[in-house]
């Protein structure tokens, strides 16, 4: 190649990432957002590093002439531009057609100790040619009592409308009651669990729920929000001390194993009755009960890695429950439910029997309905109940649908799951009024039960 040929592709190939800069006011820049929404976030902890992008969609570069917060700011937001932090930035230039990212972190505030939600925010302006576009920075910051090691020694009932943040564990001892009243939220941090050898009573309602949930916001990947994420927290175990707990509107989410009650084998059991409450999206099992008995009433118990409900020993009651499987992360190791020890006369001499009553319920999703396929002979009965495969009805299972998609409003590929029911689904009015027990009589969002009733655990509206 000659000099001259080889300044001439120089030449060409230099007009073709550098046209110069367009200097006219109508070429500005254009932003993948309006508003950069950081969703929830706590006080005085650092938030997830969230991102927009500055896009140039002209034939000529781009000089913004500054980027700065309107006013100074708050002081609260942190910025990277184009990969260099700083507060303020002058001509930041972006190639013809050519984009930036701008990264985006928080640590907002005292919100004056509230548990709601408070917006907090920031404008951004870009100036170009002379003419300012702003991007507002948007954040919901809530105040947030945190806890190292929760030792409960003595009776407690928490504040109404509190968040409460534990880090590594939350112990209730035994012969010690902790109360929780309606609208209150746990935030359990990475590994972080509770333990009942006392009183565990959850006081919520249909208004405001209490939630026991991992503390982590924003997203895991691109679209893959925390708040399907399993695994973030290791769960609630009742231990063999604990008695006669009762958890009303409770909704635990995003666990290694959501609740487990372990009677320890001879030891006394842990009572459990649950109402209206949601056991959601783990990474072992969302229910798991060894030789310890429960009364569930209006209850989803759902997505599950292990399988949903895992049995042995003692005697259950589930009535106007849902029971569903739509895990995200894997096939499902075991059937949706899984009964064991069925046998009385089994190996295991004196460890109690597992006898079980289900009624007005759904079962359905990956993995199978339930284990073992048949009852004949043991004390476990299913009435009015909807399964996912075929079968038939037997001395065991009582009035049930066979073969049936209960029609969910869940569209998993897009990572929305509720298990509500949606208008035409063969589960709507096919319970029996009978088996509605008054504890069901209104569902987690305060709906009122038909007559007849719907299957499952919400009442269609």
């Known amino acids: 190649m000659t000099a001259a040929a080889a300044i001439a592709l120089a030449a060409g190939f230099s007009s073709c990432i550098e046209d110069g800069f367009t200097t006219s006011p109508s070429d500005q820049p254009t932003f993948s957002v309006d508003t950069l929404k950081m969703g929830l976030a706590f006080s005085e902890e650092g938030t997830p590093t969230h991102k927009f992008k500055v896009f140039n969609r002209h034939g000529k570069g781009l000089n913004i002439s500054k980027i700065a917060f309107r006013d100074g700011g708050t002081g609260a937001f942190r ?29 907002l505030p005292p919100n004056g100790g509230s548990s709601k939600p408070i917006e907090f925010y920031d404008k951004l302006d870009f100036t170009t040619n002379g003419v300012t576009s702003t991007v507002v920075l948007q954040a919901d910051v809530i105040d947030v009592e945190r806890h190292h090691g929760w030792d409960v020694k003595l009776d407690r009932k928490l504040k109404v409308d509190k968040a409460y943040q534990i880090y590594d564990s939350l112990v209730v001892r035994p012969d010690v009651t902790l109360t929780i009243p309606e609208g209150v939220t746990l935030y359990f941090h990475q590994d972080a669990w509770m333990r009942v050898d006392g009183t565990l009573i959850v006081e919520g309602t249909a208004e405001k729920p209490v939630n026991f949930v991992g503390d982590r916001f924003g997203y895991v990947a691109s679209d893959i929000p925390y708040e399907i994420m399993s695994g973030q927290w290791s769960g609630i175990l009742f231990s063999c001390l604990s008695k006669s707990n009762r958890l009303s509107y409770a909704s635990i989410r995003n666990t290694v194993n959501g609740v487990l ?72 190791d075991g059937e949706i439910i899984q009964l064991y020890r069925l046998d009385p006369d089994d190996k295991y001499g004196p460890i109690k029997t597992t006898t079980a009553d289900f009624s007005n319920c759904i079962v359905w999703g990956n993995g199978g309905d339930i284990y073992p396929g048949t009852f004949d002979g043991y004390d476990v009965y ?80």
């Open 79 to 107: 910025l990277n531009v184009d990969g260099i932090p700083g507060e303020e930035f002058e001509n930041v230039e972006i190639r013809a057609n050519d984009s930036i990212f701008v990264l985006v972190e928080a640590t």
């Open 261 to 332: 009650a372990d009677s320890l084998f001879l030891s006394p059991s842990p009572a459990i009755k649950m109402v209206n409450c949601q056991v959601r999206n783990s990474t072992g099992y969302a229910l798991q009960l060894l030789h310890s008995p429960i009364e569930a009433y209006g209850c989803e118990f759902a997505d599950a890695a292990f399988g949903v409900v895992g049995i042995a020993g003692d005697h259950h009651v589930f009535n106007h429950c849902t029971f569903v499987n739509q895990y995200l992360f894997a096939y499902p």
């Open 382 to 461: 299913l009435r009015y109940c909807s399964f996912s495969v075929k079968g038939s009805d037997d001395s065991n299972f009582i009035s049930c649908l066979w073969d049936t998609d209960p029609m969910f409003r869940t569209v998993r590929e897009d990572y929305y799951f509720d298990y509500r029911l949606k208008e035409g689904s063969p589960a709507i009015g096919a319970g029996s009024k009978a088996l509605t027990n008054p504890e069901t009589a209104i569902d987690f969002y305060g709906i009122t039960r038909a007559t007849p009733p719907s299957l499952g655990a919400y009442e269609f509206k």
